[in-house]
């Protein structure tokens, strides 16, 4: 349930960022032989790199803490957190 919230919250947080970036009337910053300097009309390439990095390092980390889980779960067969007592007593 814990990483599947942080999930959740880590989506909205990336579609409210590119909402809030959106812009109809931009193009995209791809140098070709009719556009060959940045203009105003362009979008600004560095917040859509640091979303895409955001993304893959959400996905890495999601996929490490699953890997532990299903391997916590196969040792004890127990996945609940406060199921989890081998660290202390929980009581």
Known sequence: KVFLSLAIAESSLFIYFIGMHFSVDKVAPIVTDQVTK??????DPVPQAMILTTIVIGIAV?????SFVISYYKL????R???MDELGDNK
């Open 81 to 83: 957190i406060d199921e």
């Open 62 to 66: 999601l996929s490490l803490g699953l």
């Open 76 to 79: 004890t067969g127990k996945m």
């Open 38 to 43: 940045f203009s105003s009309n362009m979008v």
